[in-house]
Structure formats: C-alpha cells, structure tokens
C-alpha cells in the first residue's frame, strides 16, 4: 500500500529500507601503581615503614585460618562448593557451548541470541529490494500501522473462517486490509480466493467498493464442508465460468461496472503463478495497483516472486555465494537450525552455482512448470521491472519471534517488525496476545507495486 489516492494525488514520498545495525563500544582504561620512594642512603626514613608497606596475602590467610580454628573448616569447604556450583549454572547460561536449544522453541531462541541479538537478526543476509524508478516509498509510517494494528485485532477477531490452513494468516491479512484501506479504490479485484478469507479482508476494509473475483473453484463448494465466505457484491469468475487473470477482456468487463479509470483499481494476487508473468499481464492491461500475498524469498516458493527477482548483487542485499567456506554459508547454516524456511548454501544452489530464483530456475504454475533461467536473463527480468516500477513496499512482519513465537521466516531475510520484539506490554496492548500463535506462521513478505504512468 504505497500509495494513497485522495482527490487523484499520490501519497508516496521516498525512502529505502534500512537494515538495523549494533554497536557495543567499549572503554578499556588501566591504572599502574605509584612506587613507594626509595629510602636515604643513610637509612633514615621520615615513615614508619611497618605502617606503609603491605604484608603478603599468605599471611593474612595464615594469621586467619589460624585464629578460626579447625571448627569452621567444613563452613569453608561448603562455601567454597557452593561458589563453585555458582560459577558452573554461569558458565551453562551463558555459553553457547553448553546449551542445548530447541528448534522451535522461542524461549530457546532468545537464550540463545538474546533480545538484541534477536532484534539486530532482521536483515543480517540482506533484504533486497526493487529499485524504483523515481526512488518514491509510502508516506505513511510505522505509526500508521501501528495505529492500524490496534484496529485490525478486533476485526480480524471475528473472521468465519478461523482456522484458514494454506490460506493467509494474521500478517498478510492484516497487510492487505490497511492496504485497501488507505488506498479507497473504486474497484477491487482478486486472482485467487480459495475458501474467501482474502474476499472477506478486502470487503471490511471497503464495506461499500465492488469486487471481482477469479478462482477456479468457487469459495461456496467449500461451504459443504466447513467454514467459507462468498460475498454478495463481487462478480465471481469461479468454477465452470473461471478465467485466468491473463485472458479476461479487462476493459469490458470494467465497462460494465462503471470503471474508466484504472489508476483507481487494485488488483490482488493469491494466485501462486510466476509474478513477472503477472506484472506483464497487468501493465497489458492498464492497472497500475498491484499486491502480491506470496513474495517468497530466494531459493523457497513454488514460483518465481519479485523477491527473487530483486535478488541481485548489485542491489544492497542481495546476490549470493555458493561457496561452502564463506561466511554466508556459516551463517544459514547456523539459521537453519531454528528457522524452518531459512535455506543454507546447500539448498539455495544448484548445478554450476545457480542460486536465482530456485536453483536456477524460473517456477509457475504452483511449481508444475519450471524453467531454467540463465543469470543474464535473471539479471534483465530485474532491470525490466524497475523500469516500470515507481513503488516497491513490501510489508513488515506485525511483531517479533520473541512474540509472536513464529518459527517459520528467517528474521535475517526480513525488514525490522512493526512491534520489536522485547515490546511486550505494546504486543498485549494491541490485543495480539489474544491470537493463536499459530495465525502469525504464514508470513512470505506481502509485497505492494505501483506501476509508473505510460510514458512517465
């Protein structure tokens, strides 16, 4: 939702992500002893020397052990053990070595890395971006969406379908709802709704705007057999009457609702199919407002994302290396070990140290078509796409690991969250402590695009 439309007047300014960095700075500072002054030669001395100089620490510990008498030797040893067990439960809590830690237990997590270093794990491997065009972003800010959490806990609270397995879950609804919100379009459209979660979303940031739907099983089959919604202003092309988002006759079937201006449509996809596919389709068509629920990250995803396309080494963030021995290679191999999504070297390359895309390849179609790709191809499909780009946002996870006790995105390959992570009472505040933990898994960096005017 980088882009607000009131009155016909873009809301974006710019700005680009920032990848949270830490400092520890240290001060070391020494002092030296002062030396006493050496006496006259003569041997005289102003100074009772008994007075001045120290005795040895041997003997005060003699002088002491010989006055407590041999009583209180099994006080001593006792002490002694019990600050050697002290400095043992130190040495397990603190180092890394001797800790065991859970996969998938937060609590573990953070032992281990701690808050900071829970909160400085956002963006460690890079978080690439597409460049725009004219460099615009959002004009609103982290507030906004703060705001709009508070909001959207109550609402998203009284959803029909609450367990919506393999749909979206808590982060992308929300995403999609502020979007849509601040956006006010005259249309809203849809490729992709399987049972109508995303149907349902959309229609209670718009109660009033008019929808289409594309999805080749229509969302009122699921009703047979538990919970869906069907919406009762939304054109359905469902079913028996199902089109593909690529061959609908967009300008009539606009026409027909009244819609002349396309600036003032957004178009949502939940559709898993190639996106520069889809971005294609949609400049063909004239939309200029696109979200994409599912930008998988490199080397994850059943098909090719702009993620992965804006996955370039000359982008801040991005490119790779497959060498086993870099410091790349420890880290997501460290990372894989917590995070289920998180990819090491040995799954993000394949023959000949192909890492874009998947492997190398270019998937569509929920993975049933894959095309290998060269990186030259790679790299133009990147320069193709900030050509026509004047926005790219991609929406933030709502809290942090710490909170939200997610274990599927990697937070290295993820923007700063919109609740910190540490930010308990803020998290309780909300209302998102009042959520399954389970809604807040399903996070694949929503994205948002504004496609630049024709000729701009």
């Known amino acids: 939702m980088e882009r607000g439309m009131n009155n016909g007047q873009s809301l974006w300014h710019s700005q680009s992500p920032k990848t949270p960095t830490t400092m520890l700075d240290r001060a070391l500072s020494s002092r030296r002893p002062h030396s006493d002054a050496d006496l006259s030669a003569s041997g005289e001395s102003g100074t009772d020397e008994s007075k001045t100089k120290r005795p040895h ?27 050697v067990l002290l400095f043992l439960i130190s040495v397990a809590f603190h180092s890394h070595s001797f800790v065991c830690i859970s996969r998938f237990d937060p609590a573990a997590r953070i032992g281990f890395f701690g808050l900071d270093g829970l909160e400085s794990d956002f ?4 978080v690439p971006w597409c460049r725009s ?5 959002v004009e609103w800010t982290s507030k906004d969406l703060l705001k709009g959490l508070e909001e959207f806990v109550p609402i998203y609270e009284t959803r029909p379908i609450k367990n919506n397995m393999y749909g979206m879950g808590f982060d992308h609804s929300f995403g999609l709802w502020f979007m849509a919100r601040w956006l006010k379009p005259d249309m809203m459209i849809e490729s992709g709704a399987f049972k109508g979660h995303s149907t349902w979303v959309l229609r209670q940031a718009m109660p009033d705007t008019p929808m289409i739907s594309l999805t080749p099983r229509h969302p009122e089959k699921y009703l047979r057999k538990g919970p869906a919604y069907v919406d009762g202003n939304c054109t359905y092309f469902a079913g028996k009457d199902f089109v593909d988002f690529g061959s609908v006759d967009w300008k009539n079937v606009l026409r027909k609702h009244g819609i002349t201006d396309l600036s003032r449509v957004i178009v949502f996809f939940d559709d898993h199919q190639n996106e520069l596919k889809r971005l294609k389709q949609a400049l063909k068509a004239g939309f200029r407002h696109l ?3 599912d930008n998988y990250d490199t080397g994850t995803g059943d098909h090719y994302s702009l993620r992965q396309i804006c996955d370039q080494s000359y982008i801040r963030g991005g490119g790779h290396s497959c060498f086993k021995d870099s410091d790349e290679a420890r880290m997501r191999s460290k990372r894989k070990k917590f995070w289920e999504k998180a990819v090491d070297t040995e799954e993000l390359c394949g023959p000949g140290e192909t890492w874009w895309g998947v492997k190398g390849e270019m998937r569509d179609d929920f993975n049933h078509t894959n095309t290998p790709i060269s990186y030259n191809q790679h790299f133009q499909n990147s320069r193709y796409v900030e050509s026509i780009l004047d ?11 710490s909170l939200t006790h997610q274990s599927r995105y990697d937070p290295a390959r993820a923007t700063p969250p919109i609740v910190a992570d540490g930010k308990h009472r803020l998290f309780q505040r909300i209302g998102l ?24």
């Open 57 to 83: 620490i041997y003997l005060l510990t003699s002088n002491f052990l010989s006055r407590i008498g041999h009583q209180w030797w099994p006080c001593l040893i006792l002490a002694l053990l019990f600050l």
């Open 123 to 126: 963006g460690a491997l890079g």
């Open 133 to 137: 065009k004219h460099g615009k972003e």
């Open 291 to 293: 979200i994409f629920e």
């Open 391 to 401: 926005v790219y946002w991609e929406l933030p996870p709502v809290a942090g690991p």
């Open 433 to 456: 402590g009042r959520l399954d933990k389970s809604v807040f898994n399903g996070y694949t960096q929503m994205v948002y695009l504004e496609i630049s005017k024709p000729g701009s």
